[in-house]
């Protein structure tokens, strides 16, 4: 017989029901308190998450507020008295690419004009007067000071950068040595010589039916001429049989672009100190330079030591060297290095980068190449060796090269368009006045534009921007302008020293390869633009297809 349960039975049943349901709807709690942790620990991660985050962004936002603050604040922004302003140096950014160009193009409605910088107003003039101002009236005042502090890397205390006794110790040194009879001479034959070598370089790329680029040629032919009249160094760069060379124009070029980069990088101090970006790359480039041109002066000072006949020596490094015997204390090897790499700069870039601008604009008018080609064969009286490049190349006296005035007005006429050096600046050592009225207070810096001069048309003409080499000329012979009007090569005390050695390397390279050959661009489509940087480079080079216009004579 089946037991019938109890009551009491049910009740431990019902108890015991009661028991596990409570149990589970505990754990049940426990879980959702343990989902509603986890979602809190969740929200508490991604908030410390997000404010980790944030806080970089709001450094950088506080970063630009005060950075506005200081570019705007104390500036007079809207006094009649000062320039007017047309942007901060941010706006520099934005134009980079073609910053001569927005430069002209502001300088067309404003004369004179500013951008604010956080430190100081940055004026920019096209002024002849301005400049005059600048660079001779008050020359005192106007100082490369902490102007020039972003460009000491490359410039050092050179002659570029040096103010004061420093500048007049170097400019006294140098305009001696430049005056020289024996320099001259011996420049004559290197620049006769190297002209040979890129016309015999030019003639191999004809043979194959290549193309070249004239730009790349210039730049190594020049870096051959200026080594050897300035340190009495061959490097041979122009047949590429120095790689120490090739590495030495390329980290020169390379340092050139990334120095004058700083102008418009407001955190190129920040990355200096981090060795980061451009900087990095900046200071890598800066010690490849450094160890060629320590080697170069060591070497040049052993190998006088061992031929001990110091005062007949012609290049400027020896001259120097044989000063340096009489003041130690302040011609030091670095002092020597910022001679050199200042040379450099003056010598390379000015003559290479004009030239290859002048090839381009003979090419865009062959009708003036054709002229300069008839002034060479009305003044070089080389007929029997006119086929042969070495025997031409003795023919180019100074007296011939003197008598090239069709020839030194286009290349002037290619200064005015494309000078070498196309901003260039002053900072201002106490408060005031230009000629203009506009004032300038201490620590700013005056900008005086050569580029944006040279396509003025209150300046030069209604035909400001065309080339034109007959501007220059007077019943055949040419007539200088002003150095205020015409500043490719600098004014007042500061003019520069290497002038006419400029003139006379160019004239002779042209009156070689332009005798031998006919020049044609290679893309007659393709956009020639520039390379913002110190001086004018082409951007991408100048490639060129060369014809003879003789029959040549085995060399």
Request: include cysteine; charged fraction near 30%; glycine fraction near 6%.
């Amino acid at each position: 017989m089946q037991k019938q349960p109890t009551k009491k039975s049910g009740t431990l049943q019902w108890q015991r029901g009661w028991y596990s349901g409570e149990r589970e709807r505990e754990r049940e709690r426990e879980r959702e308190r343990e989902r509603e942790g986890g979602s809190s620990r969740k929200m508490d991660l991604l908030s410390a998450t997000l404010s980790a985050a944030m806080a970089p962004f709001c450094l950088v936002l506080i970063f630009f507020c005060v950075l506005l603050l200081r570019i705007f604040m104390g500036k007079s922004l809207k006094h009649p008295q000062y320039p007017p302003v047309m942007g901060t140096t941010f706006h520099q950014l934005l134009h980079y690419n073609r910053l001569n160009d927005y430069f002209t193009d502001v300088a067309r409605k404003h004369r004179t004009f500013r951008l604010l910088a956080p430190t100081r107003s940055q004026l920019y003039t096209i002024d002849p007067q301005n400049v005059e101002h600048i660079l001779k009236t008050k020359f005192d005042i106007y100082i490369k000071g902490s102007f020039n502090d972003e460009n000491e890397d490359l410039f050092g205390n050179g002659i570029f950068n040096a103010d004061g006794d420093k500048w007049r110790q170097q400019r006294k040194i140098a305009s001696s040595e430049f005056s020289t009879r024996v320099l001259n001479d011996f420049s004559c034959v290197v620049f006769r010589r190297k002209a040979a070598k890129l016309a015999e370089t030019i003639l191999g790329f004809e043979a194959m039916n290549q193309t070249f680029d004239i730009q790349d040629l210039f730049m190594r032919s020049s870096l051959d001429s200026i080594f050897k009249v300035g340190f009495g160094v061959d490097l041979d760069c122009l047949e590429g049989s120095s790689e120490e060379g090739r590495a030495f124009i390329k980290a020169f070029d390379d340092s050139n672009r990334l120095i004058f980069w700083r102008n418009a990088d407001p955190f190129w101090k920040l990355k200096k100190i981090l060795n980061l970006g451009s900087e990095g790359s900046l200071k890598k480039n800066i010690k490849i330079m450094d160890d060629f041109v320590f080697g170069v002066i060591s070497n040049k000072r052993k190998l006088m030591f061992e031929q001990q006949n110091h005062n007949k020596k012609k290049d400027i490094l020896s001259r120097f060297l044989v000063e340096s015997k009489k003041d130690p204390q302040r011609i030091t090897d670095l002092y020597l290095r910022d001679v050199i790499l200042n040379f450099m700069i003056a010598g390379k870039d000015t003559t290479a980068g004009t030239l290859s601008w002048f090839f381009y604009l003979l090419c865009k008018h062959p009708l003036i190449q054709e002229k300069v080609i008839e002034e060479v064969r009305e003044v070089i009286n080389c007929k029997e060796n006119e086929n042969n490049i070495d025997a031409f190349k003795e023919c180019l006296t100074d007296v011939a090269v003197e008598q090239m005035h069709y020839l030194h007005a286009a290349l002037t006429e290619t200064l005015r368009l494309y000078p070498a050096v196309p901003i260039d600046g002053r900072s201002v050592d106490t408060d005031d006045v230009l000629p203009d009225g506009f004032r300038v207070k201490r620590g700013d810096v005056v900008f005086y534009l050569a580029y944006a001069m040279g396509r003025m048309t209150h300046i030069w003409g209604e035909d400001a921007e065309e080339f034109r080499p007959e501007r220059w000329l007077n019943n055949g012979v040419f007539q200088p302008e002003s150095q205020f009007k015409f500043v490719s090569f600098h004014a007042g005390p500061r003019i520069c020293l290497g002038k006419e050695f400029a003139y006379r390397q160019m004239k002779i390279v042209a009156m070689v390869v332009l005798h031998f050959f006919r020049f044609r661009l290679a893309d007659e489509k393709k956009h020639v633009a520039y390379i913002s940087m110190f001086t004018l480079h082409i951007d991408g080079g100048l490639h060129l297809s060369a014809t003879p216009r003789v029959v040549f004579d085995k060399f």
